[in-house]
């Protein structure tokens, strides 16, 4: 038998084509149980937090908890298993990712300090964080990886000079405006700038003269033409992505 035999035919590598493979029907199997155990156990996670679900079905969210802790932990190990760089693969996104569906549920068993209610909390939250795993059964999700990696120095260029705005124009504001109107310090204004030029408008600072709310006009109109930004830039990557003739 040949190496190459040898290793088609071990169970290593049997696993490995239905964990990391789609082109079998064992693989595309794997792939839809473990699809919907990621979407069910966000949903529980979400569901753990109204309080009167909490109180009727507590036990039996904990016991569906630790059955999909399981899962999601064979899994892991699985995965480590059959890759041929394991430490590599832990490493990565997605190994990163499957670790931090796992933790939480762990780690509130094991830290000493878990019996606080904030950490608890906070751990039963971070499970939230298993949806990311779904990323991997996007297809397009690698192509749009690679576009913003691709785009990342153009984005850096735009959020400086974003930043630079939002520090100019709240350092205006704070000279224009007194502190009754809400502007009492220059982060503070610089806040308002924030939510101003995201078009957000909380309503809870607001400029009073004449020169601030002009100011404030201007910030808005500029916010909408700043939002499109990186959109296009965006945009022109993922086209050059799946035409690498195009021109952008």
């Known amino acids: ?7 088609e035919g071990s169970l290593r590598d049997r696993l490995h084509t239905v964990i990391f493979g789609t082109e079998t029907p064992a693989g595309r199997m794997f792939d839809v149980v473990l699809l919907w155990a990621i ?19 507590g036990v039996w969210l904990r016991y569906a908890e630790w059955g ?15 890759v041929d760089r394991p430490v590599r693969y832990a490493r990565s996104f ?4 499957d670790l931090l569906s796992i933790l939480p549920t762990y780690l509130a068993i094991l830290l000493p300090g878990a019996q606080s209610f904030m950490v ?14 779904l990323v991997r059964y996007i297809s397009e999700a690698g192509m749009l990886g690679r576009a913003l990696a691709a785009s990342r120095r153009k ?9 630079s705005l939002v520090i100019v124009f709240g350092t205006l504001m704070y000279l224009i405006e007194t ?27 607001a400029p009073q003269t004449w020169l601030g709310q002009f100011m404030a006009a201007i910030i808005m109109i500029l916010g909408y033409a700043i939002i499109a930004v990186p959109t296009g830039i965006v945009s022109a990557e993922m086209a050059r992505a799946e035409d690498p003739g195009v021109e952008c």
């Open 1 to 7: 038998m040949t190496a190459s035999g040898h290793r």
């Open 39 to 57: 979407v069910v156990s966000v949903l529980l996670v979400m569901l753990e937090s109204v309080q009167e679900v909490r109180e009727h079905y």
């Open 68 to 82: 999909f802790t399981a899962l999601f932990t064979m899994e892991y190990l699985l995965r480590l298993w059959v």
């Open 94 to 97: 997605f190994g990163l990712i």
């Open 120 to 133: 608890i909390r906070t751990l039963r939250l971070l499970r939230v964080f298993r949806v990311l795993k």
């Open 155 to 163: 984005i850096l260029v735009f959020l400086l000079a974003v930043i």
């Open 179 to 205: 502190p009754e109107a809400g502007f009492t310090s220059i982060p503070r204004s610089i806040y308002w700038a924030i939510v101003t030029l995201t078009t957000v408008g909380y309503g809870d600072i």
